[in-house]
């Protein structure tokens, strides 16, 4: 049965974080492969992990970065000026933005303000959405769940974030469960994740503060857009649809499983994404 822990300890045999500090920021970045795209992986929920596996198989042909984010920084505003920064350090010019979750509204944001070559948007949406427009009444809750992050005992923090994680199961089989389980299981080894995990609730928290994106802010990015839409996923269709609006001849394509069918099954996921890089640039 696969183990995440075990995979992650192979993947960083091959593969280490580098320190990059901009505008006194430190971001932990993994660069590797080589080619004329570069793939930037935007995180959902602050787990960065989850791209190992994209990054194993896509570095054999393009330049891919996966990072950690400043876990002081929150304002989606802020962090789209500081990876831009980031990405004139590392000499990155027009990255294909693969994100997922709250990481393709970032990946949104930032092709709104600077140009990107691409776009791949994973189990996503955008802030035009009915998930979004909710997201305004449950504000009152925030600034508890912001305390009871910060205080409450680690050991009682990792099993309530591995027990939310299990509301997002689906069709999937026992043993991609379980080696959902084994991800999280892996992340929450680390009592540093309580921060990555609060900044990352406090970055969603502020989506709905952001103006709500235009066609034509992606106007320059015709068929340069691919969607992955999970057959289960956590959105409502029609919120999926509205993500797919806004954008000009994107691929869309339905995949595997719910919201964490990317993590589970990333082959499938990996094998759409390289049919689409191969057809489109």
């Known amino acids: 049965m696969r183990n995440f822990s075990d995979?992650?300890?192979?993947?960083?045999?091959?593969?280490s974080y580098k320190p990059v500090t901009v505008s006194g920021?430190?971001?932990?970045?993994?660069?590797?492969g080589s080619g004329s795209q570069t793939i930037v992986f935007l995180n959902g929920i602050d787990t960065q992990q989850e791209w190992i596996n994209y990054v194993?198989?896509?570095?054999?042909?393009?330049?891919?970065?996966?990072?950690?984010?400043?876990?002081?920084?929150?304002k989606n505003k802020e962090m789209i000026v500081l990876l831009h920064e980031l990405f004139d350090k590392l000499k990155i010019t027009l990255p294909i933005?693969?994100?997922i979750s709250d990481g393709g509204v970032l990946g949104q944001l930032y092709a709104k303000n600077y140009k990107v070559g691409?776009?791949?948007?994973?189990?996503?949406?955008?802030v035009d959405s009915a998930y979004v427009e909710g997201m305004k009444k449950e504000q009152y809750i925030l600034p508890l769940m912001k305390l009871y992050i910060k205080t409450v005992k680690f050991d009682k923090l990792r099993p309530a974030l591995i027990k939310a994680v299990q509301k997002h199961f689906r069709n999937e089989t026992d043993?991609?469960?379980?080696?959902a389980l084994s991800f999280f299981e892996c992340i929450g080894q680390d009592e540093s994740y309580r921060y990555?995990?609060?900044?990352?609730?406090?970055?969603?928290?502020?989506?709905?503060?952001?103006?709500?994106?235009?066609?034509?802010?992606?106007?320059?990015?015709?068929?340069?857009?691919l969607v992955l839409i999970p057959e289960n996923d956590m959105f409502e269709r029609s919120d999926s649809q509205k993500l797919v609006d806004i954008f000009t001849n994107p691929v869309v394509k339905e995949t595997y499983g719910g919201h964490l069918g990317m993590l589970m099954r990333a082959d499938l996921y990996i094998k759409e994404i390289e049919k689409f890089l191969s057809e489109n640039f």
């Open 7 to 15: 995979e992650y300890r192979d993947f960083l045999k091959t593969h």
């Open 97 to 99: 933005i693969c994100g």
């Open 118 to 126: 691409g776009l791949i948007m994973m189990t996503t949406l955008t």
């Open 25 to 32: 920021h430190e971001f932990r970045v993994i660069d590797s």
């Open 56 to 74: 194993s198989a896509l570095e054999k042909n393009y330049r891919v970065v996966m990072m950690k984010y400043p876990v002081k920084v929150y």
């Open 196 to 225: 990555s995990y609060l900044r990352a609730v406090m970055a969603t928290g502020d989506i709905y503060k952001l103006e709500k994106f235009k066609k034509t802010d992606f106007a320059y990015l015709d068929g340069k857009v």
């Open 175 to 179: 043993d991609e469960k379980a080696y």
